[in-house]
Nanobody, 123 residues
Framework: QVQLVEFGGGLVQPGGSLRLSCTAS????????MRWYRHVPTPGKQRELV?????????TYGVSAKGRFTISRDNDKNTWFLQMSSLKPEDTAVYYC???????????????WGQGTQVTVPS
């Protein structure tokens, strides 16, 4: 199986920066799209895509992340990052990493999720 583990959450003051990382481990053959989502656990609030990066390095950002966040990946280490800057209180959420992964002898990918890491930006 595959495990995703996130690092880097915490408390940061408004205007500050934070870098999240996510490392995938297990019997991995390939990792395709890598993504970051966030979720504010309130009724009716859905998980929001923050950023994604393809295996070729193409990036996509959610509206809230454009211009402030940067997603990157290190394929050799099966790790991807979310560099967040100019953080605002509304960025407070649990951040989840996600990736589409094939394991050895598998032809179709499976989407895996990390356990989530809390980012808090006080108002």
């Amino acid at each position: 199986q595959v495990q995703l583990v996130e690092f880097g959450g915490g408390l940061v003051q408004p205007g500050g920066s934070l870098r999240l990382s996510c490392t995938a481990s297990g019997d991995i053959a390939n990792i395709y799209d890598m993504r970051w989502y966030r979720h504010v656990p309130t009724p009716g609030k859905q998980r929001e895509l923050v950023a994604s990066i393809s295996s070729g390095g193409s990036t996509t950002y959610g509206v809230s992340a454009k211009g402030r966040f940067t997603i990157s990946r290190d394929n050799d280490k099966n790790t991807w990052f979310l560099q967040m800057s100019s953080l605002k209180p509304e960025d407070t959420a649990v951040y989840y990493c996600s990736a589409d992964v094939t394991i050895r002898f598998q032809t179709r990918f499976t989407t895996y999720w990390g356990q989530g890491t809390q980012v808090t930006v006080p108002s």
